[in-house]
């Protein structure tokens, strides 16, 4: 009984990470899923798919090792936050494809209740901007879309669940309807001072109560599974920004951790406060213990990676990710290219939906390497302009020194920029794989196998720092080059 099973549900890929009683990591199992766009901007899973990636590595990754249920001391579940699911109390059918995160259809919803001057209650209460991102419009557009889906609602026929609700209540097999604070945070439905789903906000979007999920902490029983072959608990629940922060061991207030795998997620510890951000980032729950919230900033980029995927897959300069440093170096260092990487709008601090990706500063002589320089450069400059807005919502970060992980993290180029760019220090850890070790702390140390939080953080092992080399005059210029760029590909400018 000291190994410690997470599930990483992700946006592309489902993965089953087996932990020993030292936190090492000793097995990994994944699956990729179909992805569904079936109209513009619109972005769906098969809640089946979800469901047997999730099943068929959980059972892999455990037999592979020569395992049983009687092994694992517990579960901890880390998930693509904000996705919406919907699904029938009896059978467990759902209603409709699961409604992804990046999934833009609820846009004009949006934009009426803004005009309707709904933002300024929704973003006191929930901490989140009146964006299709979140779940509650993306419900709202269930409920009214599908035939028949808001009778049955409210005949308390249907359930609402993020992923991680769902794959609780799937393993639970329908015991269980439960999600942790930092999930319930993401549906714009929870009112994040009071700990509690909000009847307004959830009038406003015409929810029913009665279909959400009972909210816990973020260690706390959410059930068994006999999902082994024998009753396993499920003791850990976090989104898996919430997660990283946690395998992160950013428990200070002031701590900070961003991840750069497809997109970017940056998130500032605030204590035990939730800070109210004028500078449009989201006030969000980094995890809840012993019934008690603590808060971050979160800064959401939705390209970082994907620029990377976009240089092999599109324009096809280079074989491989980890190519894109080493062909970066390359770059003629007097040209200055700037490639603002709005595929799909911009994110945080900007939220330009219908923005769309500049390049400026082109010559004759500009070639591959210097478009690989400006896309791992663009990264670095979308970071800072996260930490600058967290830096005036907070009145400044200090000494902070930014913790990374991620796929991205890996690419050594890269980090140092980030650093040069910030004029801070960037400490890569040992382990990159925080998110799952943060769902697995969650669940160990609930389960009494893993230390307590203190002892946690003081496991958190440096790979590397990065030290800032580049002199102030050039990193101002650079980065003001970057801003009149941005400024440039904004629909709305000032
Ligand atoms: N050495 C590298 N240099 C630059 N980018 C990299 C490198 N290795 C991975 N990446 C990028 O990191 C991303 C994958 O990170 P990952 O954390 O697995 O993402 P996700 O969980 O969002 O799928 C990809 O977009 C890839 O392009
Ligand atoms: O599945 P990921 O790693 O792309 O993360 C998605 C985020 O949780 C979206 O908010």
Redesign the pocket.
């Known amino acids: 009984m000291t190994h410690i099973l997470a599930i990483d549900q ?3 890929s489902s993965r089953a990470i087996l932990f020993d009683g030292a936190m090492k990591i000793v097995g990994t199992a994944q699956q990729e899923f179909p992805q569904h766009f079936p109209d513009s901007g619109w972005v769906e899973h098969d809640v089946a798919d979800i469901w047997r990636t999730v099943e068929e590595t959980c059972r892999k990754v455990v037999a592979d090792k020569g395992l049983t249920a009687a092994d694992i001391a517990g579960i901890g579940i880390t998930n693509q936050r904000e996705t919406t699911l919907v699904w029938d109390r009896k059978t467990g059918d759902p209603i409709h494809r699961a409604i992804v995160w990046q999934d833009r259809r609820t846009a004009r919803f949006c934009e009426g209740l803004k005009a309707e001057g709904h933002e300024a209650m929704v973003t006191e209460r929930t901490g989140l901007l009146l964006d299709p991102y979140f779940s509650g419009t993306k419900l709202n557009w269930l409920l009214e879309n599908v035939d028949g889906a808001r009778a049955r609602a409210e005949a308390g026929e249907l359930l609402f669940g993020t992923v991680d609700s769902y794959i609780i209540w799937k393993l639970t097999g329908g015991a269980v309807h439960a999600t942790d604070a930092t999930n319930a945070c993401r549906t714009m439905l929870y009112n994040i001072h009071e700990g509690r789903w909000d009847p307004e906000v959830c009038k406003l979007l015409g929810v029913p109560m009665g279909m959400l999920p009972e909210v816990r902490d973020s260690a706390a029983e959410f059930g068994t599974t006999d999902l082994l072959g024998g009753a396993v608990p499920i003791l850990g629940v976090a989104g898996d920004q919430q997660a990283a922060t946690v395998g992160q061991a950013c428990f200070g207030k002031g701590m900070l951790k961003s991840t ?4 970017c997620f940056a998130l500032l510890n605030v204590g035990d406060a939730p800070v109210a951000s004028t500078h449009r980032l989201l006030s969000t729950v980094a995890y809840q213990l012993d019934g008690k919230p603590t808060y971050a900033l979160e800064g959401s980029i939705f390209v970082a ?2 620029v ?2 976009w240089l092999r897959d599109g324009l096809g300069i280079i074989g491989k ?2 190519d ?2 080493p062909l970066a170096e390359k770059a003629d260092p007097q040209q200055r290219l700037y490639l603002v990487p709005a595929f799909t709008g911009l994110g945080a601090p900007y939220w330009d939906a219908d923005a769309r990706g500049a390049i400026y500063g082109l010559t004759r002589g500009s070639g591959p390497a210097e478009f690989a320089r400006a896309a ?1 450069e663009s990264v670095g400059y979308q970071t800072r302009d996260l930490l600058e807005a967290m830096a005036l919502d907070v009145g400044g970060l200090g000494e902070t020194v930014l913790r990374v992980d ?3 993290s ?2 050594d180029w ?1 980090m140092q920029f980030l650093s040069d760019v910030l004029g801070a220090p960037v400490d890569r850890p040992a382990v990159l794989e925080t998110t799952a070790l943060g769902a697995a702390w969650l669940a160990g140390m609930k389960a009494g196998v893993y230390p307590d939080q203190d002892g946690f953080a003081r496991q958190w092992e440096l790979e590397r720092r990065f030290e800032p080399t580049m002199s102030e005059e050039e990193r101002t210029a650079r980065y003001g080059g970057w801003r009149d760029a941005v400024r440039r590909t904004l629909t709305q400018r000032d």
Do not use: E
Request: proline share 0%; aromatic share 4%; hydrophobic share 30%.
């Open positions: 992700g946006t592309t750069y795998g497809t997109g990676g994907a990377v995927q990710a980890a894109t440093g791992l991620g796929g991205m890996a690419s890269s």
